[in-house]
């Protein structure tokens, strides 16, 4: 069995004292099964397929701790910003 998060843990825990061990653990690693998909994020494939070009540009360089994008926030802003990490 994968290491579990605490919370998963108490889950597992709260299943196995509500309806039993078996019955619990057969619960749980179904509720596992189904919750494990891993969540897809538009905005981060977005970013991804723009800079995807740049894949095998030499020139293009993120540097080692590379850069944080912000969207602007606020009335009448418009615009995104990039800030570098240091």
Known sequence: MP?????QSRKLNALKKSIGDELGQEAFDKW???SATEKIDPVA???VDALSKFEKDKSFNLGAKGYTVF???GRGAKGIRAIKNS
């Open 3 to 7: 290491s579990l998060t605490k919370g």
């Open 45 to 47: 494939d977005t970013i």
């Open 32 to 34: 596992l099964k189904r």
């Open 71 to 73: 969207k602007s926030r």
